[in-house]
């Protein structure tokens, strides 16, 4: 993983030091514009053991996935710059359908009615324990 005290964007989390049996074979593809959130985002993964890719666009979401479809989690803002994060959703599980949805919100504009696939939500601020609880409950679905 690249680091220098997030100051650089963190591109690409292909490996894990010590990755668990349970997330070692899972990626997240996590959509986040702040650079704050994100990097500390980025870390609470990193201590949870997830594989992960960062993106802060959905625009460079997109272009992950085009690229790499080995995703099983899209854990997306949904108030983000140019293409929103439920656009972002639609599109990604148009791409791969059994991807699972994580929505982030510091708002209560959740999208029910809005998508006709399933997602979770993860409201804004939310602890290591909500994290972890809704990266669970993604991953056994």
Same mark, same amino acid.
């Given at each position: 993983?690249?680091?220098? *005290?997030?100051?650089?964007?963190?591109q690409y989390n292909?490996?894990a =030091?010590a990755t668990t049996?349970?997330?070692?074979?899972?990626? =997240? $593809?996590?959509v986040?514009?702040?650079?704050?959130? $994100?990097?500390a985002l980025s870390?609470?993964?990193?201590l949870?053991?997830w594989r992960?890719?960062?993106?802060?666009s959905?625009?460079?979401?997109?272009?992950?996935l085009?690229?790499?479809?080995?995703f099983s989690? $899209?854990?997306?803002d949904?108030?983000l710059?140019g293409i929103s *994060? =439920?656009e972002l959703? %639609?599109?990604?599980? *148009?791409?791969?359908?059994?991807l699972?949805i =994580?929505?982030?919100?510091?708002?209560?504009? $959740?999208p029910? *009615?809005v998508?006709?696939?399933?997602?979770?939500?993860?409201? %804004?601020?939310?602890t290591?324990t909500?994290?972890?609880?809704?990266?669970?409950k993604?991953?056994?679905?």
């Open positions: 993983m690249k680091r220098s *005290g997030c100051g650089a964007m963190i292909r490996t =030091i049996a349970s997330t070692a074979t899972q990626r =997240i $593809l996590v986040e514009d702040n650079r704050d959130v $994100l990097c870390e609470l993964l990193t949870l053991d992960y890719c960062a993106a802060k959905g625009e460079a979401a997109l272009e992950f085009i690229a790499d479809r080995d989690i $899209l854990l997306s949904i108030a710059p *994060g =439920i959703a %639609k599109k990604a599980h *148009g791409m791969v359908p059994q699972q =994580i929505f982030m919100s510091g708002y209560n504009n $959740l029910a *009615g998508v006709n696939f399933p997602f979770l939500s993860l409201p %804004k601020p939310y290591l909500q994290l972890q609880e809704v990266l669970e993604a991953r056994n679905r």
